[in-house]
Nanobody
Framework: VQLVEGGGESVQSGGSLRLSCEMHGGRLYAHTMGWFRQALGKEREFVARTMWPGGETTYADSVKGRFTISRDNDKNTVHLQMNNLKLEDTAIYYC????????????????WGQGTQVTVSA
């Protein structure tokens, strides 16, 4: 399974971005998909996930009400819509796939993308 992210760029505070993650060599519908981020000097942290097969979603408290994760199983793609971006959202964003229905830990995600940089400026 290969995950390819895109959509990261520089944006001003309050702006919006839509990240995408396309899965190659696997079936998206059979995976729980997550977005994580890692800011400079900090540990990688959970942002959002969408569980298979129905798409139940979970969000970190820091992004609730601003970010929306969605999946298109037909296109083997998962998106992260990010609105009202804040300076503290600056990070490398990673897409990850888990064959576990309800992953309990970051180690439950076995496949990772290369990351896409999101930079929010004042």
């Amino acid at each position: 399974v290969q995950l390819v992210e895109g959509g990261g760029e520089s944006v001003q505070s309050g702006g919006s971005l839509r990240l995408s993650c396309e899965m190659h060599g696997g079936r998206l519908y059979a995976h729980t998909m997550g977005w994580f981020r890692q800011a400079l000097g900090k540990e990688r942290e959970f942002v959002a996930r969408t569980m298979w097969p129905g798409g139940e979603t979970t969000y970190a408290d820091s992004v609730k009400g601003r970010f929306t994760i969605s999946r298109d199983n037909d296109k083997n793609t998962v998106h992260l819509q990010m609105n009202n971006l804040k300076l503290e959202d600056t990070a490398i964003y990673y897409c990850a796939a888990s064959s576990i229905w309800r992953p309990g830990d970051i180690s439950d995600y076995g496949n990772w993308g290369q990351g896409t940089q999101v930079t929010v400026s004042a």
